[in-house]
C-alpha cells in the first residue's frame, strides 16, 4: 500500500508523503466490525457452535441459500410464518402478502415461508435480513453475525458498487478504473482516502485513484472557523443572490489553493466583480460598439498573422501561450494558477496593454485591412476567452459567447459549453516577441510608478529615459518596441547606457522574509556581505539571477528574490527597478513640453465634454476656448493635433466667458464651448 501510494499525484503533494504516508507506514489492523443497528450487515452466517460459518458473496447466492435452507431446516414452520408475517405487516402488505389464514400442510407452508423469504430480501438491512437462516453442510441452523460492516467499507467500495461489479458491467469497470480524480477534505485522510486505497490494493494490488485533492476548509475573513454562535456564517444562497455564481465561484478558485484553507471575505468577490468580469464585460463593450459601427461581422477572411501588426501577433502569441499554460495547470490539478493567469491575462495584457494602444486602430480611419486584422485579432482573445473561462464561470462565459457567436455564426454551437476546450495554435507562439512586449511593458510600469510618485501627469510629455543593457540581445529587443514604449510613458527619447557604473549607483540589501529561516545564524554574515556588494557584484547578480555566498565551509545560493536591489536618484532624473531592469528619467522640462502637455490635457476635458454632452464617437464638432496666456503656445503649436484627436473642424480662442468651466491643475482654469455639427 505504501508503494502504491508513491504513484499517486496528491494535492498537496505533502498531504500523500506526509500525513497518509506515515499513516500506511505505521497502519494497524483494519477492525471491518462494527457493533451498531444501521449499516451494512456482515454477510457472514455460523452455526451456533461456530463450527461452521458461510460467507455470502452475492445477493442470488444468499437467495439460493435462504431456498435450500427452507427445504432443509424444520425452523422454515407454521409459527416462523406467522412470526415473521404478523412483525413485518406492513412489508408483506408492500410485497403482496396477505393470509386470512395459513394452511395446515408442510408442503404449503414451506412455498410461503419462500415468499416471506424473497420479501425480506428485498431489503438487506437490519432487522429483516436477521431472518434469514441458512443451513451448514452438516444441516445445522446459522445464524447471521450481528455486527454490521465499518461503514467506511461502504464508502470505499463506490468503485465496484457503482457498476455492480463484478457480476455485470465488467467493461465498464475497467474502462474507468481506477478513477482519474477524487476530492474530499483532509480529515477523510483516514476515512474515505484510505479505505479506497485499502479495497483497491487487497483486491486489484492496483490504486483506486490516480490523482486526489485534499480540500482545506472554508473560514471567515479573519480565519476563523465559521458558526452561528459567532455570528460569522455567510449565507451562500444570499451572496450568490448578490454577486452571482460566476463571481462567487471565481473568488473561490482563485482566492487559495484548493487544498488551503479560504477565508471568505465578501469584499473579495466585489473586486473580482468590477476587476475580472467588469473589465471583460468593458472590452468586450468596446468591441462591439465599433465592431457595430462598422458593420463587422467576421465575413472577411482571417488576415494572416504575418500580415498583421506586431502587437496583433503579440497578443496572439500570448493567448496560445495561455492556453497551454491553463492546459497544463489544470491537468497537473493547479485551478488557481491556471484561472489566475486568465485574470493577469484579461487586466494586465488584454485590456490594459493592447485594447488601450490599439484603441485608435478602431475609431480612426477606413474600414481597412489594418482595422479588419485588429477586429479578428480582439474577437479571437474574447470567444477564446470565453471558452477558457467557462469551467468556473459558465453563464458569463455563455452570454459572451452568444454575444459573439450569433453574429458571426462562425461556430455551429449554440452554447460556448457545446464547444471543444481551446488547443494551442503553437505555430503562432512567439517567445522572443512576447519577451520583447514583456520588457516594454515593464519598462513603461516602471516609468509610470515615477510619475506617479513624483506626482507628473502622464499628459505631460517628459525628455528622456535611460536604460541601462543587461546583455547583448538587449538593445535590439528593445529597438523592437522603444517607439512603443515612448508613446505609452510620454517620452520623447530612449537612450542606452553600455556601462551604467558611473551613472546609476545601485544597492544591495537582503531580503529578510526570504532568507530569515535558511541562513538562520549566518543572517548577520549575509547581511553585511550582500550591503557590501560594489556595483560589478549587483550587475553581476542581476545577470546570472543568484549569488553564492560561504558561511563556516557552507554554500548557500541565494536567488534575486532574496537580495532587494534599488537604486539612487541622479540629479535631475528618478531611478526605478525591476528585477534585472533598471530606468532614469529625465524629469527636467522645457516650454515645448509644457505646451504640449496643456494640449493634451486640453484634448483629455473635450473628450470629456463629448461624452457628457452623449456625442457618438463619430460626430464632428466645433470649439470655442476662452483665451489664457498659459493657452497661447498649446494652440499655436498643437492647434491642428487638438482638432484631429477631438474630430473638430473649428477651434477658436474667444474673449468671452463660455459656457462651461475646465481645469488643467489648480493653476490653470478656462472656459470652453463645443457644438456638434450637422
Same mark, same amino acid.
Given at each position: 500500500m505504501a508503494e502504491l501510494n508513491k504513484t499517486i499525484n496528491w494535492k498537496p503533494a505533502h498531504t500523500g508523503t506526509g500525513r497518509f504516508g506515515i499513516w500506511l507506514e505505521n497502519l494497524q489492523d483494519w477492525n471491518l466490525s462494527r457493533s451498531r443497528y444501521w449499516g451494512i450487515p456482515l454477510p457472514i452466517w455460523r452455526t451456533e457452535d461456530s463450527t461452521e460459518e458461510i460467507c455470502i458473496g452475492s445477493l442470488d447466492s444468499l437467495k439460493e441459500a435462504a431456498l435450500k435452507a427452507v427445504d432443509q431446516l424444520d425452523l422454515y414452520n407454521r409459527d416462523w410464518c406467522v412470526r415473521v408475517s404478523v412483525h413485518y405487516k406492513e412489508l408483506m402488505s408492500e410485497q403482496g402478502l396477505v393470509w386470512d389464514t395459513l394452511p395446515d400442510q408442510p408442503e404449503e407452508i414451506k412455498v410461503i415461508c419462500k415468499q416471506i423469504l424473497q420479501a425480506l430480501l428485498s431489503d438487506l438491512h437490519r432487522p429483516f435480513i436477521d431472518e434469514v437462516i441458512l443451513v451448514s453442510e452438516s444441516g445445522k441452523p446459522m445464524r447471521r453475525e450481528l455486527d454490521l460492516i465499518d461503514v467506511w467499507f461502504d464508502s470505499g467500495s463506490m468503485p465496484y458498487a457503482q457498476w455492480h461489479y463484478p457480476f455485470e458491467n465488467q467493461e465498464q469497470f475497467v474502462r474507468n478504473f481506477p478513477a482519474d480524480f477524487i476530492a474530499e477534505g483532509v480529515d477523510q485522510t483516514r476515512g474515505w482516502f484510505y479505505t479506497l486505497h485499502a479495497i483497491a490494493t487487497m483486491c486489484f494490488d492496483s490504486v483506486a485513484f490516480k490523482n486526489v485533492v485534499s480540500n482545506g476548509l472554508v473560514l471567515d475573513k479573519d480565519g476563523q472557523k465559521m458558526s452561528k454562535s459567532k455570528g460569522n456564517v455567510v449565507d451562500p444562497f444570499s451572496t450568490i443572490a448578490q454577486f452571482g455564481a460566476d463571481a462567487t465561484r471565481w473568488y473561490m478558485i482563485t482566492n487559495a489553493q484548493p487544498w488551503d484553507n479560504l477565508k471568505f471575505d465578501i469584499n473579495g468577490i466585489e473586486e473580482v466583480k468590477r476587476k475580472l468580469f467588469g473589465t471583460l464585460y468593458n472590452t468586450y463593450s468596446f468591441f462591439s460598439l465599433y465592431a457595430n459601427v462598422d458593420g463587422f461581422k467576421y465575413l472577411e477572411p482571417s488576415v494572416p498573422l504575418n500580415e498583421r501588426q506586431e502587437i496583433d501577433r503579440w497578443i496572439i502569441s500570448l493567448l496560445n501561450t495561455l492556453i !497551454?499554460?491553463?492546459?497544463? @495547470? !489544470? @491537468?497537473?490539478?493547479?485551478?488557481?494558477?491556471?484561472?489566475? #493567469? /486568465?485574470?493577469v491575462f484579461i487586466d494586465e495584457h488584454l485590456s490594459n496593454w493592447y485594447v %488601450? !494602444?490599439? %484603441? %485608435?486602430?478602431?475609431? #480612426?480611419?477606413?474600414? @481597412?485591412?489594418? #482595422? /479588419?486584422?485588429a477586429y479578428q485579432t480582439l474577437y479571437t482573445c474574447l470567444e477564446t476567452l470565453s471558452k477558457l473561462i467557462a469551467p468556473v464561470a459558465p453563464f458569463f462565459a455563455d452570454w459572451l459567447y452568444q454575444n459573439l457567436n450569433q453574429v458571426t455564426n462562425k461556430e455551429h454551437c449554440i452554447s460556448v459549453h457545446l464547444t471543444d476546450f481551446p488547443k494551442a495554435q503553437e505555430f503562432a507562439i512567439d517567445n522572443e516577441l512576447e519577451q520583447r512586449m514583456s520588457y516594454a511593458q515593464r519598462i513603461s510600469s516602471l516609468i509610470l510608478s515615477i510619475r506617479k510618485r513624483e506626482k507628473l501627469r502622464v499628459r505631460q510629455p517628459l525628455n528622456k529615459i535611460m536604460l541601462p543593457v543587461l546583455d547583448e540581445r538587449f538593445i535590439d529587443q528593445i529597438d523592437g518596441v522603444k517607439d512603443l514604449i515612448l508613446a505609452e510613458v510620454n517620452v520623447k527619447k530612449l537612450?542606452? /547606457?553600455?556601462?551604467?557604473?558611473?551613472? /546609476?549607483?545601485k544597492k544591495a540589501k537582503p531580503n529578510f522574509q526570504t532568507l530569515g529561516k535558511r541562513l538562520g545564524k549566518h543572517m548577520k554574515e549575509a547581511q553585511i556581505a550582500i550591503s557590501e556588494m560594489d556595483q560589478t557584484a549587483i550587475k553581476q547578480l542581476e545577470q546570472d539571477g543568484y549569488l553564492d555566498l560561504l558561511f563556516e565551509g557552507e554554500k548557500f545560493r541565494l536567488s534575486s528574490e532574496d537580495i532587494v536591489i534599488s537604486s539612487e536618484d541622479i540629479p535631475g532624473w528618478f531611478v526605478a527597478n525591476d528585477g534585472e531592469l533598471t530606468v532614469a528619467l529625465d524629469v527636467s522640462l522645457d516650454e515645448m513640453l509644457i505646451a504640449e502637455g496643456v494640449a493634451r490635457e486640453l484634448i483629455n476635458r473635450i473628450q470629456n465634454l463629448r461624452k457628457s454632452h452623449g456625442l457618438n464617437v463619430t460626430d464632428k464638432i466645433s470649439i470655442r476656448i476662452e483665451d489664457k496666456d498659459w493657452l497661447e503656445n498649446a494652440i499655436a503649436h498643437f492647434c491642428s493635433y487638438i482638432k484631429q484627436e477631438t474630430l473638430a473642424d473649428d477651434l477658436i480662442l474667444s474673449e468671452q466667458t463660455l459656457d462651461e468651466i475646465i481645469e488643467i491643475d489648480e493653476t490653470m482654469t478656462t472656459s470652453i464651448q463645443i457644438k456638434k455639427l450637422s
Open positions: !497551454l499554460e491553463v492546459e497544463q @495547470s !489544470l @491537468s497537473d490539478y493547479e485551478p488557481t494558477n491556471a484561472f489566475r #493567469k /486568465i485574470e %488601450r !494602444l490599439c %484603441r %485608435r486602430r478602431f475609431w #480612426k480611419g477606413d474600414y @481597412s485591412d489594418d #482595422k /479588419i486584422a537612450e542606452y /547606457i553600455t556601462d551604467d557604473g558611473g551613472v /546609476i549607483k
